[in-house]
């Protein structure tokens, strides 16, 4: 068996079983974030099943779509937003991640081109202290999504976070779950709203149980990046 099905088998695995041990009768979506993995490799995961990648770096993340275009993926943008970037963004991606202030919401939604599918708006919460983290306060990301919810050329679906790393379970969770409080709360304001992005690599099985419906697994799906 190659590498990567050893993977995705190890992957659901997991998932399955963090499901089990919570409850939940439903597993979330599975992302494979194929930043700095090459096209090919996109290619033999699609070819195991896997219909959702997220990409970090819109240039490279543009690259990848073009060139699998013959392939029936659905692409998410889930890096830093530079403003000039907006455009790129939404002209090809189907799903954003990681809008994290108004100006850039404001762009990709006039960027958004006429006759495509509304652009799959998820607005990112900023959890922990670090100055330096990225994502929007709770007032802010209240704002957005009322802004969000007017646009035609924009669906809110939710919101994202990136806790600060911890390899403790139960400081995992603590972080996880602020996030599905915020979660909660806005779909008191939008009940449309259903996708809560969390969990990656190292925090899959604590952000299950706190409720994601959405992981994004880089690493141990497709291995160390490689450029
Ligand atoms: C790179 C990245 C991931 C995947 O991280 P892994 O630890 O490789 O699973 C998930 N989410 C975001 C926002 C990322 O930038």
């Known amino acids: 068996m190659s590498r990567l099905s050893e993977n995705w088998q190890q992957v659901h695995r997991r998932i399955s079983a963090a499901c089990q041990s919570s409850g939940r009768t439903e597993a979330p979506l599975l992302l494979a974030v194929s930043k700095k993995h090459p096209a090919e490799k996109v290619a033999a995961l699609a070819a195991l099943g896997q219909v959702h990648f997220g990409e970090s770096y819109a240039q490279e993340g543009v690259e990848k779509i073009k060139q699998l275009a013959h392939l029936s993926l659905v692409w998410h943008f889930i890096g830093p937003i530079q403003s000039n970037k907006t455009k790129l963004i939404a002209e090809h991606f189907d799903w954003v991640h990681s809008v994290d202030r108004p100006k850039v919401l404001q762009r990709l939604s006039d960027q958004r081109p006429a006759g495509h599918q509304p652009l799959q708006v998820l607005l990112q919460l900023k959890v922990g202290e670090e100055v330096s983290k990225s994502g929007a ?89 490689e450029y």
């Open 137 to 225: 306060d709770v007032a802010t990301l209240k704002d957005m999504a009322d802004w969000a919810a007017k646009s035609a050329s924009i669906e809110l679906r939710g919101v994202m976070c990136i806790p600060p790393p911890s390899p403790d379970h139960a400081t995992q969770l603590a972080y996880l779950r602020q996030a599905k409080v915020v979660f909660d709360d806005l779909r008191q304001q939008h009940p449309k709203i259903d996708t809560l992005s969390m969990g990656m690599s190292q925090d899959l099985a604590a952000a299950i149980e706190a409720g994601s419906t959405c992981l994004r697994v880089g690493t141990d799906l497709l291995g160390p990046r």
